[in-house]
């Protein structure tokens, strides 16, 4: 079946270390997508990439960085600069080459907890 | 600047009664619109999405939304609310341009009383 996979589901991380959320898609889709999401607040969007070798910043991207060296993978690094990193992680994928564009995929999420 | 506003962040129905989920947009052009639903602890689904022709469309589930431009709103119904549609609503607008992301609105969370 077609997806989105994240890994891991849940994800605990010390002050201080960096950590890196995996997203894989095999729907052949050239654009993906990092969100956070924090209750009340919705989708923040973090990161997203139209094409391979390609990003560009969201609306929250400090303390967070990004590669984007294959069509399938689009992994999340979350710093040590990112000041209060607990939070739940969402990617998503979307095709370009047809309407609507901008319909977008979502895998399950990583939950990410800072002790 | 484009936006989406939810302006209702919680709203209860009893099991059995009709729901309406309100969304309004701001955004120059005709825009690509979609609501999706969140189960807690899980990523997104899509419901239902709109980018042309008629301006009532039908998604999974047994929702509806209707496209209605003067008002620039795209507001979520279902006729008969099961315990089941208990989760997290979200609307979002998508630039007509390839590639770029969404805006979403903050979310309206539905419980369904019995």
């Known amino acids: 079946d077609g997806g989105i996979t994240q890994s891991p589901k849940y994800l605990f991380r010390k002050e201080g270390q960096n950590v890196t959320l995996s997203c894989e898609q095999n729907?052949?889709?050239?654009?993906m997508y990092w969100y956070r999401q924090d209750p009340g607040q919705g989708l923040r969007l973090i990161y997203y990439?139209?094409?391979?070798?390609?990003?560009q910043k969201g609306d929250i991207a400090e303390g967070y960085s990004v590669s984007r060296e294959k069509k399938e993978s689009f992994p999340l690094t979350v710093t040590s600069a990112q000041k209060n990193p607990t939070a739940f992680y969402l990617c998503?994928?979307?095709?370009?080459?047809?309407?609507?564009?901008?319909?977008?995929?979502f895998g399950p999420g990583t939950r990410l907890t800072v002790l | 600047a484009q936006s989406v506003t939810q302006p209702d962040i919680h709203i209860t129905v009893s099991e059995g009664a009709s729901l309406e989920l309100r969304c309004n947009y701001s955004?120059?052009?005709?825009?690509?619109l979609f609501w999706y639903v969140q189960s807690p602890g899980q990523g997104l689904q899509l419901l239902l999405k709109?980018?042309?022709?008629?301006?009532l469309v039908q998604g999974i589930k047994g929702f509806e939304a209707e496209f209605k431009r003067s008002q620039s709103s795209f507001n979520l119904r279902k006729p008969s609310v099961h315990w089941s549609d208990a989760a997290e609503y979200f609307c979002?607008?998508?630039?007509?341009?390839?590639?770029?992301?969404?805006?979403f609105g903050k979310g309206t969370t539905l419980s369904v009383s019995s």
């Open positions: 979002a607008v998508g630039p007509n341009q390839a590639g770029t992301a969404l805006i």
């Open positions: 990439s139209q094409i391979v070798n390609d990003f």
């Open positions: 729907l052949n889709h050239d654009a």
């Open positions: 998503a994928s979307s095709p370009r080459d047809r309407l609507p564009y901008g319909e977008q995929f």
């Open positions: 709109y980018f042309s022709g008629d301006t």
């Open positions: 955004y120059g052009a005709t825009p690509y």
